[in-house]
């Protein structure tokens, strides 16, 4: 049974920082791209940050890129996602997820993943 989990969400002042991190079970997890996403109410889920199985391969969102750094450990089936200077632009709930593909590919659309976390709620005030 695969699952990830996430933690490391909460409440932040706009400019501070968080770390996320996503810890993976039941699965092969060097064998995974890894995505962060987030989704804000009303709004649609859209990646925010994706790394290859290898971790040698990364994506950032443009609004994003610079203040967000998504990192993965094999040895502990764990990705994370570091965010600074967060805006309240940036509250929403993160989403991990996981994608079985080739070592150095990443995946960017929801529907290429085959499984994903609960959740964590993201709030920036300004």
């Known amino acids: 049974q695969v699952q990830l989990v996430e933690s490391g969400g909460g409440l932040v002042q706009a400019g501070g920082s968080l770390r996320l991190s996503c810890a993976a079970s039941g699965l092969t997890f060097s064998r995974y791209a890894m995505g962060w996403f987030r989704q804000a109410p009303g709004k649609e889920r859209n990646v925010v940050a994706a790394?290859?199985?290898?971790?040698?391969?990364?994506y950032y969102a443009e609004s994003v890129k610079g203040r967000f750094t998504i990192s993965r450990d094999n040895a502990k089936n764990t990705v994370y996602l570091r965010m600074n200077s967060l805006k309240p632009a940036d509250a929403a709930v993160y989403y991990c997820?996981?994608?079985?593909?080739?070592?150095?590919?990443?995946?960017?659309?929801?529907?290429?993943?085959?499984?994903w976390g609960q959740g964590t709620q993201v709030t920036v005030s300004s």
């Open positions: 997820a996981a994608s079985r593909r080739p070592s150095q590919d990443y995946a960017l659309h929801p529907n290429e993943y085959d499984y």
């Open positions: 790394i290859s199985g290898s971790g040698g391969s990364t």
